[in-house]
């Protein structure tokens, strides 16, 4: 028993021994990826561990990190007293109050070390922070990120010779103050621009600049000096029925589509009808061609004639386009479902895409007026190789998704030539989608991989049988089933099965990382009253 023991404590300081002649720059790794507050606790593995914490480069502090015994305050005083050597990022995100006395003494410490990347998340607007000029003292910033603040520096204050981006939200600054921030800062890459305040028509130069996103601007934006802009995302978090905002909204949407040099163009939110189109000519084609352009993500109501417009107009207008991505808005009940069929029928593209690969559908719930216009779509697409289709949650939506899809596929025509993938997401198995997923499996012939994905565990019946009829029909196609999204739970469905999930040779992988530093609430721009179940039957 004493000879176990013994041999216990042996390996137990072994072990120990090992942590503590680690390497210094794999100690540093390790601490990175822990929170602040187990980093600080690895204090207790060893004396040579000690003091590691406190060499750390990248702090960050959010409300978690806090207790009831401690304040967040004293948190991050304690970590800045005791810290040793260089501080590359600050990073505090917080939805509590605290008196602007306390982000001014962090700001003035952290203004006497070469910080690169500062991140400050106020997540409750009330009394919005006054950014201390101290602030605009660290020269050697490379990020900078700020929400729901008050930027208000002194007069003599130009920018940030080593800025690269810039991530603004609900800020209050003025025009000139911000024009100067960004002339000052040459090398800026990228730029985020979401609900500013004050902010009138902005002018933009900087000749660095590769990625501009801008979301809520009521104002007009004028890009003077930017060569190098390819990447370029605009959006609308709120329906606004001033008749000047619809109006600013239509100029910078119309300004946007005039920039011939674009590579990517994101379109998101509530932006195509918040524009009042009849504001100003819609051309049936662009001046000048979007040549450049080879990627397009476009959120849009497909019951509303004015959003189908726009999104046909940039189509048309890209002849290089090899991605295109459609986030389906929840539709409003509308009149005008007889003119958009009517429209879709008489004006049907004419030219094929032979460059787009990929399609990409989210939020799509098989009601008539979405099926005609994938219809639509798909007579133009020949050269189409992946198609993936994310349902919306049908739980909403009641019976009347049984009442509005699932309507008969026999007098359709839809074929897919090169189409060698199809994956769909979010599938409750309702007798609308597995219609529906039938329908664009009998229509592909070469499909190499069918990748599907339950919303539950609980799988319906008709999703069994699909799965069968796949099988039989398409007997040298590959089905992959991912693991539900959600557990297994309570299905709207009449009856369901549990599946056991199989891994197969190799997972489906289809990264996408948010280079965003804000937390991906902010990226939302759903401006839908979950409660509201309105929906156009057709």
């Known amino acids: 028993m004493e000879r176990k023991e013994t041999e216990n404590k042996k390996r137990k300081k072994l072990e120990l021994d090992k942590l503590s002649n680690l390497p210094s720059d794999v100690t540093e790794q390790i601490l990175s990826y822990l929170p602040i507050k187990e980093a600080v606790r690895t204090s207790v ?83 919005k922070y006054n950014i201390s000029s101290y602030l605009f003292s660290c020269k050697d910033l490379t990020h900078l990120g700020l929400r729901n603040c008050w930027i208000n520096p002194p007069s003599n204050v130009k920018g940030f010779a080593m800025l690269k981006n810039l991530d ?15 002339v000052g800062s040459p090398l800026l890459e990228r730029m985020i621009l979401c609900d500013l305040v004050s902010v009138g028509v902005l ?7 590769q990625f501009l996103k801008v979301v809520g601007v009521s104002e007009e934006i004028k890009l003077q000096n930017v060569p ?27 300004y946007f589509l005039s920039l011939p040099g674009i590579q990517r163009l994101t379109i998101e939110g509530c932006l195509l009808e ?6 100003f000519p819609l051309p049936t084609e662009l001046p000048e061609l979007l040549s450049c352009l080879n990627f397009l993500s476009v959120s849009m109501r497909l019951n509303r004639l004015e959003d189908i417009l726009v999104a046909t107009l940039l189509l048309r207008s890209s002849p290089a ?36 690969r990929r399609l990409k559908v989210t939020g799509f719930s098989c009601v008539t007026g979405e099926v005609n216009f994938l219809d639509y779509l798909f007579s133009s697409f020949p050269a189409l190789q992946e198609l993936e289709i994310s349902f919306r949650d049908n739980n909403k939506m009641g019976k009347r998704l049984k009442a509005a899809a699932g309507g008969d596929y ?41 990748i599907l994905q339950p919303v539950s565990a609980g799988i319906s ?33 009449d009856s369901y099965t549990e599946f056991r999930y199989l891994s197969t040779n190799e997972p489906y992988s289809d990264d996408s990382s948010n280079s965003d530093h804000f937390s991906d609430s902010d990226e939302s721009l759903d401006s839908e009253d979950p409660s509201d179940d309105s929906h156009d039957d057709d």
């Open 45 to 127: 593995l060893s004396s040579n561990w000690r003091h590691k914490w406190a060499t750390l480069r990248r702090l960050v502090f959010d409300d978690r990190t806090a207790n009831r015994n401690i304040s967040i305050q004293r948190v991050i005083d304690h970590v800045l007293l005791l810290h040793e050597g260089p501080i590359d990022t600050f990073k505090f995100s917080t939805k509590n109050y605290l008196e602007n006395c306390e982000f001014d003494r962090w700001i003035l410490y952290l203004s006497r070390f070469s910080v690169k990347e500062f991140i400050l998340e106020r997540r409750s607007s009330f009394n």
């Open 168 to 182: 603004i939200r609900n800020v209050r600054v003025a025009k000139d103050v911000l024009e100067k921030i960004i």
């Open 203 to 209: 002018k933009v130069d900087a000749p660095n600049l």
């Open 228 to 254: 190098n802009l390819v990447d370029v995302s605009i959006g609308q978090t709120r329906i606004d029925h001033n008749e000047a905002s619809r109006r600013s909204c239509s100029k910078l949407l119309q």
């Open 274 to 279: 918040q524009c009042d189109i009849n504001s």
């Open 321 to 356: 386009l090899q991605v295109l991505e459609i986030e389906v808005r929840q539709e409003s009940k509308s009149n005008a479902k007889k003119q958009v069929t009517d429209w879709l029928n008489n004006n049907r593209l004419i030219w094929e895409f032979t460059k787009l």
């Open 410 to 450: 026999n007098n359709r025509k839809c074929t897919f030539n090169q189409l060698r993938i199809m994956k769909v997401t979010n599938c409750s198995g309702v007798k609308a989608e597995a219609a529906y997923i039938k329908f664009l499996l009998s229509s592909s012939h070469v499909l190499n991989t069918m």
């Open 461 to 493: 019946w008709e999703l069994v049988e699909l799965m069968i009829w796949f099988n039989r029909f398409s007997a040298h196609a590959e089905l992959k089933v991912l693991k539900p999204l959600c557990p297994l739970s309570k299905s709207s469905n």
